[in-house]
Structures are given as C-alpha cells and as structure tokens.
C-alpha cells in the first residue's frame, strides 16, 4: 500500500507557479497634447504640415511639443513603476540617456534610409531629405526621438494619429507614446528583458499595465 502511494505522489503534477499580482492602473490622461495640432512658435519649434487622406487641408503638427509630451509621457510610466517595488525594466542610466536625447537633440532635415516596420526596435541609417510621414530629433550624429504620422483611426479624416520613440545611446528603443487623435493613447517602457504597455481603458479613465517578459511581482 505504501509503494503505491508513493507512486502516486511522485507522478503527481507539480503544482503550477503562481500568477504574477496584478499590476496597478496608471491614472489618465498619459502624456501632454496641449497645442500639439496647431503652428509651431516663434522659438523655433519644429511644425509639420500634414497631408492626410479624405482631409480638404494641410493638417499643422507642432512636433517640438508633441516631442515634449512623449517624454512627459515617460515621466509618468516611470513614476508609475515606483508603484511596483521590485518590477525592472529600465535602468536609470538608460533614462538618463533618454532625457539628455530629448534635452539636446534637434530636429533635422533627414529620413530613414529605407522602408521603416511598424514598430521600431532600433533607430535606422538617416539620409538627407524629409520624410513624408516621420521626423527625426539627432544629438552627436545619431538618431534620439523619432515623430511618425499617419491617420487617426476615427472617423474624423483631419485627424492624425503621431507615434514617439525614444532611443538611448545605442539607438535602442525604449520609450513608445502613440497619440491616435480620433481614438486614445498608449505607452510602453521597453526593457530588454521586460516590456511594460499601458492601454487605454475609457470606461474607467485608466490605462491598464501588461507585462511581457518580466521577472518579479
């Protein structure tokens, strides 16, 4: 009788792991798009005139602002994560990079080289000329912030929707901020071992945090 219980014991599934705890919801709005569809100021301001599909007229981004909100929004993810003790995914001399790129970097008449992906991983080779859906912010010769356009996904044709990307020193992404102007927002901190996103949930006027890749609580 003891033999076979034994048996039974030792063929026994290991008990699943634990589930992570659930992550806490970062309070809306994420980043900062006050004046960011309007001309650019006096002060040098980068503003980029839009041609949108369905549109009757030249659509104005202020994309030195619309940078400006991206790291605002990158701020408050990173804020976010004190929330979260023991949660890793970026270190602070990456985010001291990400800042120094955004506080010295200008914006240049260049463009990627070849055809971009959706989402970008690593900052592309640059080639003269400006590009008819991106804009690029360089510090010492290489690519820190990158400004994409395309439509907004409401019904509202005269609408953009403009996606940030902050590069550290080795041209690695690691900060995304969507803006969809006929929709909501999103973020995500982009580690290299843990990505966190942060989605928008309207009912509630959160947006919810999801994990992937991450070690810890």
Known sequence: MTSWLMVLLTAAPAPAPASPAPLPDLPAPLGMLDKVLQEGGANGEKTVELTLPGC?????????RFVGGTAYAMQQMVEWLYLTPGL????????????????NGRFVEQKACGALPKELQKAPKLCAGA??????????????????????SGADKC?????????????VARVRYDADFG??????????GCQITFTFDAANEVFHAARRGCKGP
């Not at 804009?135 to 994409?148: L, Y």
């Not at 929709?183 to 290299?192: H, I, R, T």
Request: net charge neutral.
């Open 88 to 103: 890793k995914v970026l270190e602070k001399a990456t985010l001291d990079e990400l800042t120094q790129g955004v506080t």
């Open 159 to 171: 609408l953009p929707r403009l996606t940030g990307v902050l590069f550290d020193a080795k041209g």
């Open 183 to 192: 929709g909501a927002a999103s973020g995500a901190l982009l580690g290299d």
């Open 131 to 152: 590009g008819k859906d991106q804009a690029w912010m360089v510090a010492n010769d290489k690519p820190v912030v990158s400004v994409r356009w395309a439509p907004a």
């Open 56 to 64: 009757d007229h030249k659509v104005p981004v202020n994309a030195s």
